[in-house]
DNA sequence: TATAATTGTCTACATCATTATACAAATTCG
DNA sequence: CGAATTTGTATAATGATGTAGACAATTATA
């Protein structure tokens, strides 16, 4: 589980089926260092008896895997790492998608995937501090880095305070840049809420996931220096791409 | 997936049984408040109907959450939520475990579950500003709330700077306290990374967690205020009781 | 070139997960 | 009470997952 220490074991009957429990494993190893980069996995009969399953189980995990792009397998030689470490996101008060990836990734975008106008939810009404049921824009993006999805996140505006912003973002490709327009220069974020769980069906094909993969959620409001709601934002980023790092103050 | 919208898709063959699929999409319905604290859950075929399962896939998601504590079921009547939300542990430069909890449980401590003094890992090595192979004191522990387990850590110090550590806070079941002795009044927390996967064996274990739960990860390290460094951290949190909270400064 | 090590493929079987029906038991309500 | 609603139990069939063993194909190496 951690470092140089022994593999973790393995559970039966959980609804997780080994094979994932394995892959999960693999590439937890392989992003904590244990296997370098272009470094040969053990074989297959080796992983076997140290998680206690048959090899096919162990080929099924691989196999998952090799499918992810996260390994190659050659026969006669062995399995192989492809994949560099997972991408590192930085999260603070004042992170910026487009900001903060820089030198992991040559090429960043955010892609709209879809605006519309509707009734907040009370999550969503208590976040913004408006009255439930008042109109806000919802907007679905989706984060990428050298063409892979990275993040897909769902975000909240007041609709009177800032309608026709959906059309801003798609002309300008940027939050920071739309909000602008609308007298906003500087926004912080607030409070930021972490959580995990399975990627549902929707996640899964917006961030090209494997089914049964783990998204990371974060839960965020953005303000104004004085304090203003702008914006209510669930973030998810897939956990075995990314991980978030908390900036030191 | 998202407050008031329609409920999310189910994955086949995902590795996932859908049963623990449907669980973890209650538990997260719960969690942001889609169901109130004692509040009936929709019927089981009604449920079924939903996510396009069978009636007894139902029974087998709810049948987990109930072993869990999550849910209650009555025959004739229907089945109600039991649990809160979920914990809400904060974290930032100057977290202490028996801080910021405080309000959400009343009862809080640290139980100090095994230490050892061993070689470093790279990976504790390099947190910790040592040579590969120093011998470092790891700590593993358990953080409970109201008798509940809320996280495991995994804790290393330098063993030549903090010799004797683990007989301090064994007796005093702190380690702010313990660092005392050791002319250390305040730490920082210099570093924040975070991941999320399934909880290992081990894990399941000390946390009291059904297989198949997911864990959310941060590794810290822990500096003086004049930067060096004190502690390598992993901690485990179960995603299902606990949510992160980065408080905003 | 032989041999060992490793991945790829195949078959057979056991166990778990899911579906499909049917009916029993408890509760609510007219 | 009687009907409707809801959870509990049982049984059978099917598909996905995991085990076991055998052997082929490819690669590295003595």
Redesign the interface.
Known sequence: ?????IA??????????L???I???I??SI???DFAENAALPPEIALAERYGVNRHTVRSAIA?LVQDGVLRAEQGRGTFVLSRK?L?YP?G?RTRFSEGLQGQATERRSVLLESAVEPA????AEGLGLAKGSNVIRLETRGEADGQPVSRA?GWFDAKRFEGIEAAIAETGSVTASLQRFGISDY???????????A?????ADLDL???A???VTVAVNVTPDGQPIQFA?TRFP?ERV????S??
Chains 1, 2 share one sequence.
């Not at 912080?188 to 399975?198: G, I, M």
């Not at 549902?200 to 899964?204: I, M, N, P, S």
């Open positions: 589980m951690i470092g140089q220490q973790s074991s393995i559970e039966r009957r959980s609804g997780v089926s094979w994932r429990q892959a999960d494993q590439l937890h992003a904590i260092g998952a997972r590192s999260i008060a939810s009370r999550r969503v769902s912080l974020r607030q409070s930021t809420v972490l959580s995990a769980r399975h549902d069906a929707a996640d899964l494997q089914s049964g783990i998204v990371l669930e956990a991980e978030l790092k908390l030191a103050r």
